[in-house]
Structures are given as C-alpha cells and as structure tokens.
Nanobody
Framework: QVRLVESGGGLQQAGDSLRLSCAAS????????LGWFRQAPGKEREFVAA????????TYADSVKGRFTISRDNAQNTQYLQMNTLKAGDTAVYLC????????????????????WGQGTQVTVSS
C-alpha cells in the first residue's frame, strides 16, 4: 500500500521560514500532479499549492502567494513546500496529496480530486 509521509513541521515564530517534505513509499508521484492542503481546527481543508507532473506549472492560494514555494524531485519521489515569512494564520495541519489523474491539471485546488493523502504535519506559528 502506498503511503505518503510528511515531515518538517514544528513551532515557529512569525516571520520565520520552514520547509515541509512529503515522501512516497513507492513510485506513486510519477505523472501525477501533487498538492499541499492545510486544515486548522474547526475549519475546512484549504488548498495551499499544487505542482504539475513535470514541475513546469504551479499554482497557489492567494493567502500564500509570494511566500510559499512548491517543488518536487521526481527522482526522489518527494515534494516540498518552502514556507517563508510565516504568519500566525498559517497555523494548521499541512497535508500532502496526489492528484488522481495522470497528466491531469483539472481542479487542482479541489481536495476531492486527490486520491492519496499523507497523515499531516503540524505547523504552529506564534505571533
């Protein structure tokens, strides 16, 4: 069974940087777009960023645009989320996910389009 494992979360102060990683247990990322979502207590899961299967296209939520960068290393079957200038509002559990379609870029902001999810990593930003 394919597993996605996030790492890199922690407690940071506002203005700090943090990099999250998401590794797949098998070659699960090949030819799939990947995404990051986050969920704060009492809130719905929120789209953060997505990257196309070859890394050539990315898209971000307005709330993180210019501060976060998504990337991927297909050789390592890993994706990353570089988070800079963290704000208290970024506090959430961050989850990585694999888009269900191969070579597909449809509705990448919609969580229902993703078929594999990690367990999440907590990011807490103190103001």
């Amino acid at each position: 069974q394919v597993r996605l494992v996030e790492s890199g979360g922690g407690l940071q102060q506002a203005g700090d940087s943090l990099r999250l990683s998401c590794a797949a247990s098998e070659l699960a990322f090949i030819n799939h777009a990947l995404g990051w979502f986050r969920q704060a207590p009492g809130k719905e899961r929120e789209f953060v960023a997505a990257i196309s299967w070859n890394g050539g296209t990315t898209t971000y939520a307005d709330s993180v645009k210019g501060r976060f960068t998504i990337s991927r290393d297909n050789a390592q079957n890993t994706q990353y989320l570089q988070m800079n200038t963290l704000k208290a509002g970024d506090t959430a559990v961050y989850l990585c996910a694999r888009h269900r379609g191969m070579w597909n870029w449809e509705n990448v902001a919609g969580p229902d389009e993703y078929d594999l999810w990690g367990q999440g990593t907590q990011v807490t930003v103190s103001s």
